[in-house]
């Protein structure tokens, strides 16, 4: 008898059961045994589905399970982040289908040689380059990191004006050659450029993307990893990255090391009261690029890999949870219709749910303080 409790309660059987109760009329039956020992399952769900109340509670579902059979991925843009999300989605087997688009064709040619030379040690890969979007052809996922840089005393929305105007000349091309596709955008700032490709593309909210947090929190993780001595692969923490860098909100609240929270520890974790001074790890997030451009004149490599597990979790239909760019409206009090870096499930259908993480006051205030300067920003935009 404990044998057959212990099967099922396994995981592995609880999916066998549900399946086989859905494709017959088994669950009818157990509905009336269920009646006949006052046991009974509420009738607007699915078999097995008293089991998802608490999956309900944390997850808001955008969009059902699709299935996709192409791996082919786009990148727009071939300077240093650009080909650092290239070589990351060959060289960790993400996709073995890359295009290549930029507008200066010798360098263009000369990276997709550079890689095309490297394929005897990759898993057999279609490396294309060109200058124009035809080679972008039924992509699955296009990366946009072509963008400008903000010149010396430029305002913000002066900045964002100019790369509205660089993706109002990209997006339709994408959306010409790859209608199905969804949108990765890493081209700062990213939360307001989001929104901006959403805006021009015309496809549903959960189909475009940004790059957000995936890296901050990254950063936050191994920051924290190494003040506590443990792998950052046990550190659970999210970085929320509102309007840019000097705007962000560590979830101090969440943050995590195995399950424990910090401070249910230490009620003084990261806060002004600690002596430890955690909150200086926030600072050193923030400050993180501007130290790497100092020392090397760019970041790459780690938003290269931060890209490419985004890519992973798309293709793979992984179901794994990133902090992106995503809609936001009707989240936590926000009514402005923007895209903030909140934590997200991604799949086959691009982001499928928001997780519903638990922020305090400070926290959804400061939330909702990024929404309305986004909002303003954005509202100035000239199409």
């Given at each position: 008898m404990k044998v057959i409790l212990l099967f099922l309660l396994s995981s592995r059987a609880m999916f066998i059961l549900n399946s086989f109760l859905t494709k017959t009329n088994c669950f009818k039956i157990l509905r009336r045994i269920g009646n006949a020992y006052s046991f009974r399952l509420p009738?607007?769900?699915?078999?097995?589905?008293?089991?998802?109340?608490?999956?309900?509670k944390l997850l808001q579902e955008l969009v059902p399970p699709v299935h996709y059979s192409e791996t082919k991925v786009s990148v727009i843009g071939a300077g240093q982040v650009g080909m650092a999300c290239a070589f990351s989605i060959l060289t960790q087997n993400v996709s073995s289908d890359v295009a290549l688009v930029d507008a200066q064709e010798d360098k263009l040619l000369g990276e997709m040689l550079d890689l095309q030379h490297g394929a005897y040690f990759m898993n057999s890969p279609k490396i294309s380059a060109s200058s124009t979007y035809e080679v972008t052809a039924n992509s699955r996922i296009c990366i946009i990191t072509a963008g400008a840089r903000q010149r010396e005393g430029e305002s913000r929305l002066a900045l964002v004006q100019r790369n509205v105007d660089i993706m109002k000349s990209i997006v339709p091309q994408l959306m010409k050659y790859s209608p199905n596709a969804t949108l990765l955008v890493v081209s700062n700032p990213v939360d307001?450029?989001?929104?901006?490709?959403?805006?021009?593309?015309?496809?549903?909210?959960?189909?475009?993307?940004?790059?957000?947090?995936?890296?901050?929190?990254?950063?936050?993780?191994?920051?924290?990893?190494?003040?506590?001595?443990v792998s950052v692969k046990n550190v659970h923490a999210f970085h929320c990255r509102l309007e840019h860098g000097d705007s962000s909100v560590p979830v101090w609240s969440s943050v995590n090391v195995a399950g424990v929270k910090l401070r249910d520890l230490d009620p003084n974790f990261a806060t002004k009261k600690d002596e430890q001074r955690y909150d200086e790890i926030h600072r050193k997030v923030v400050e993180s690029a501007y130290e790497i451009i100092k020392l090397k004149g760019y970041t790459s490599w780690a938003i290269g890999l931060s890209v490419s597990q985004i890519c992973d979790s798309l293709l793979k239909n992984q179901h794994s949870i990133h902090c992106v760019s995503i809609p936001v409206k009707d989240c936590y009090g926000i009514e402005e219709d923007v895209f903030l870096s909140l934590p997200a499930v991604l799949g086959e259908a691009g982001v499928s749910h928001i997780v519903k993480i638990n922020l305090n006051e400070e926290e959804e205030m400061h939330l909702r303080d990024s929404a309305h300067a986004i909002a303003k920003v954005s509202s100035e935009i000239k199409w």
């Open positions: 009738s607007t769900i699915s078999p097995l589905g008293f089991l998802r109340s608490i999956s309900d307001i450029l989001t929104w901006v490709v959403w805006h021009l593309s015309g496809l549903p909210r959960h189909k475009v993307i940004g790059s957000g947090t995936n890296l901050d929190s990254s950063r936050f993780r191994f920051l924290l990893s190494q003040s506590m001595k």
